[in-house]
């Protein structure tokens, strides 16, 4: 079985967790370094992947970064896990396709054990309660090492999302664990079960990993 470093970085600026996941790319290209999967919360930023459009974004109180994973624009905020998972899918499964599946199925399963049924619908991306959005997925694929990921939503404010169209939606389309549950959840209860579900998933054993100790892998490569 493969290993894959866990790396919580709690709360972290979004450009600076962007430039870790490309120098992960650029090393687990080289295979300097194992698979990775970041955990982060951002503080509040929009996202547009590359088929977003301008339009989308109804306000710019937030700051915007244009990026390389596909979809439209998003939003990050408090109360947010997000997932980038840095695999490489040369010794796994070289499908694009298969790997948002088992995304999918991840946040799916994670839901379940909080009763939440959740769903993947047909033409659209990401995760659904129902008709509402409560996990967006978008994905970039660089040499066959995947990067950027899954945002799901624990507590985070919804009222963030009325900033944009998210995935060209209008905001009252996105939903929470917390709302789906009427009771408050933090995120470090959902990180639990995510990242046991993420080994099963995944076919993987996760070694967690300090941000020292990463830092000192990154400085060594």
């Not at 009325?162 to 933090?186: A, H, K, W």
Request: hydrophobic share 40%; with cysteine; glycine share 8%.
């Amino acid at each position: 079985m493969t290993k894959t470093l866990l790396v919580d970085l709690q709360i972290r600026d979004y450009k600076e967790t962007l430039e870790l996941q490309h120098r992960l790319v650029e090393l687990r290209a080289k295979g300097v370094v194992p698979d990775v999967l970041l955990l982060v919360e951002h503080p509040h930023v929009i996202t547009m992947g590359k088929s977003a459009k301008p339009e989308n974004i109804l306000s710019k109180v937030f700051p915007v970064y244009e990026i390389e994973r596909g979809g439209d624009v998003t939003y990050h905020g408090y109360g947010q896990i997000v997932g980038y998972p840095i695999l490489d899918l040369n010794s796994r499964d070289k499908d694009i396709k298969n790997y948002l599946r088992k995304l999918e199925r991840l946040l799916i399963e994670t839901l379940a054990q909080f009763g939440i049924a959740a769903q993947r619908i047909e033409g659209r991306v990401g995760v659904w309660v129902g008709q509402k959005k409560i996990a967006s997925i978008g994905v970039a694929v660089r040499g066959w090492i995947t990067f950027h990921g899954f945002a799901l939503n624990v507590s985070t404010d919804l009222s963030c999302f009325e900033t944009i169209n998210p995935c060209g939606y209008d905001s009252s389309v996105m939903t929470s664990m917390t709302e789906q549950l009427g009771r408050e959840l933090s995120t470090s209860e959902v990180k639990r079960p995510l990242t046991r579900i993420f080994e099963s998933v995944f076919e993987t054993e996760l070694e967690i990993s300090s941000e020292e100790a990463m830092t000192a892998l990154l400085d060594d490569a």
